[in-house]
């Protein structure tokens, strides 16, 4: 079974797919997400959508 590295998250940098996913997600939260709120992770998921809310709030 294949698994996300440390190597697939830097090959992400460059990658346009990843990029335009992550800011479509920011564009996504900005009416919902504020400085200083919590954020709560379930634990589902590569983790993306909370890494782009925790950069806002």
Not at 5 to 22: E, G, H
Not at 40 to 49: E, H, L, N, P, V
Request: a positive charge; proline letters at 7%; one cysteine or more.
């Amino acid at each position: 079974m294949p698994s996300y590295t440390f190597d697939n998250c830097l090959a992400q940098r460059t990658d346009r797919y990843p990029q335009a996913k992550r800011e479509l997600t920011r564009r996504w939260l900005i009416p919902y997400a504020r400085p200083g709120m919590t954020l709560i992770s379930i634990g589902c998921g590569a983790g993306d959508f909370n890494a782009v809310a925790h950069a806002m709030v």
